[in-house]
Nanobody, 128 residues
């Protein structure tokens, strides 16, 4: 059974850092792109970052570029989202999701509708 479990959220002050983890099981990351998304109440879920199934390509939303870094373990069971210089507007529930399976690809995008498998989310609150 394909599962994704997020962890690492919490309360952090503006300017601080958090590292989110997405533990995957039941599937091989060689055939799935992984995306990170976030959502606040009353707003649509939005893409933050993604990493291709090859692991060689990453993309970021303009709002988080240069502050967030997506990566994955060599054992291909965990995908991370390192978040630095956090702002109050980064507060949201963060979700990881998987898109695939498909042949190993060097592309990824952050379109919500393309991702079929989702984790339960982890809350990030940036506040003083």
């Amino acid at each position: 059974q394909l599962q994704l479990v997020e962890s690492g959220g919490g309360l952090v002050q503006p300017g601080g850092s958090l590292r989110l983890s997405c533990q995957v099981s039941g599937f091989n990351l060689d055939y799935y792109a992984i995306g990170w998304f976030r959502q606040v109440p009353g707003k649509e879920r939005e893409g933050v970052s993604c990493i291709s199934s090859s692991g060689s390509v990453t993309n970021y939303a303009d709002a988080v570029k240069d502050r967030l870094t997506i990566s994955r373990d060599d054992d291909k069971t965990t995908v991370y989202l390192q978040m630095n210089s956090l702002k109050s507007e980064d507060s949201a529930v963060y979700y990881c999701a998987a898109e695939g399976p498909r042949f190993t690809s060097h592309t990824c995008d952050m379109k919500v509708y393309e991702y079929e498998y989702w984790g339960q989310g982890t809350q990030v609150t940036v506040s003083s």
